[in-house]
Each structure stands twice: as structure tokens, then as C-alpha cells.
């Protein structure tokens, strides 16, 4: 049975920072590319960042880049996104996916996916 459980969501104020994790079981987690994807309310999924499966690249939407930072531990099963200068136009559900290949900016590539955790930005 795969699993993806994210933590680490919460309450904060502007230009503040939240560190996201997100721990797999149940798959091959160091064969997996990884991502977060995020959803506002009323809003579709949209791309936040991406970490192949070695952690060798990485990948970012324009809108955090130079903000966030994702990492992995393949030791662990678990990919973690370090949110930084934080706005309330980041206020979202943020969702940990795998994906078994294709273009990691589209959510579409993304077979598994975790609960979400909310990300909550105030002014």
C-alpha cells in the first residue's frame, strides 16, 4: 500500500519560513522522482517544485524560486520543501506526489499522492 504523509503545514505570518516533509512507504522511494504541488481554494493544482530521484536536479515555478528549496533523503523516504519569505499568495493545500516519468512541472506526471497539508499566510 503506498503512502505519502506530509507535515509540517501550519499558521504563519509574512516573510516568514515552514519546513514541509513528506515520508513515502509503500514504493520504490529512491527510484521515484518527487514533487509538491500546491491548491488555493477555488483554484487548480499548480507546480511548486520538483527533485529527481538521485536529488541531482531540481526544479522550481517562477513564483518561488529563490524561496523554496526541496531536498530529499533517499535513506529516509522522505522529500522535505523549505519555504522561506513566505506570502500570503502562498496560502495553499500543499500536496507531495511521485512520479514514475514525464515532465515534472505538470501535475499530470504524478501517480501518487499524499493527503496535503495546509500552508496558511497571513498578512
Known amino acids: 500500500q503506498v503512502q505519502l504523509v506530509e507535515s509540517g503545514g501550519g499558521l504563519v505570518q509574512a516573510v516568514g519560513s515552514l519546513r514541509l516533509s513528506c515520508t513515502a512507504s509503500?514504493?520504490?522511494?529512491?527510484?521515484?522522482?518527487m514533487g509538491w504541488i500546491r491548491q488555493a481554494p477555488g483554484k487548480e493544482r499548480d507546480f511548486v517544485s520538483g527533485i529527481t530521484y538521485g536529488g541531482i536536479n531540481t526544479y522550481y515555478a517562477d513564483s518561488v524560486k529563490g524561496r523554496f528549496t526541496i531536498s530529499r533523503d533517499n535513506a529516509k523516504n522522505t522529500v522535505y520543501l523549505q519555504m522561506n519569505s513566505l506570502t500570503p499568495e502562498d496560502s495553499a493545500v500543499y500536496y507531495c506526489?511521485?512520479?514514475?516519468?514525464?515532465?515534472?512541472?505538470?501535475?499530470?506526471?504524478?501517480?501518487?499522492w499524499g493527503q496535503g497539508t495546509q500552508v496558511t499566510v497571513s498578512s
Open positions: 506526489a511521485a512520479s514514475n516519468g514525464g515532465n515534472l512541472y505538470y501535475p499530470r506526471s504524478y501517480s501518487y
Open positions: 509503500g514504493l520504490a522511494f529512491s527510484r521515484l522522482n
